[in-house]
């Protein structure tokens, strides 16, 4: 395997960078392009509702899977592509762009956040 080599897209003036080479070792290649979707929607949502620039607007979800549909119409997904990935979010309890953060993203700064607060509140 060659360099680990990075896709980047930019939307909005935000890059959204996922790593090919992982997503070939961790999928087949029928459902590759869904692990694409999930890493894109992930880091972009994570972007939005949690920026690491602090003069960035933070996003503030509407229980909706509202930026979620505009990142992936942005990859290029179309609206079936794009149904077929929010049913795989709510199915591991992502019901909505912060909840696909909370519960779907293994790893996700507006997570890290949260537990840090509470932490915090506990001390
Ligand atoms: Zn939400």
């Known amino acids: 395997m060659t360099d680990r080599a990075q ?3 930019i939307t909005r003036g935000i890059a959204v960078s996922v790593e090919p ?3 070939e070792a961790n999928s087949s290649p029928g459902n590759s392009q ?4 999930y890493q ?5 949502l994570d972007d939005q509702l949690c920026p690491t620039e602090p003069s960035s607007q933070r996003v503030i979800c509407k229980h909706s899977y509202e930026l979620t549909t505009v990142t992936l119409a942005e990859a290029g997904f179309d ?3 794009i149904s077929d990935v ?8 992502g019901h909505c762009d912060c909840e696909i953060l909370y519960n779907v993203a293994e790893e996700s700064r507006l ?3 949260y537990w840090n607060s509470r932490v915090a509140k506990s001390e």
């Open 79 to 81: 609206d079936e592509e």
């Open 21 to 23: 080479t992982y997503l």
């Open 40 to 44: 894109v929607t992930i880091e972009r």
């Open 34 to 37: 869904y692990v694409w979707a």
């Open 86 to 93: 929010i049913r795989v979010m709510s199915r591991n309890g």
């Open 111 to 113: 997570k890290s956040r």
């Open 7 to 9: 896709y980047t897209a």
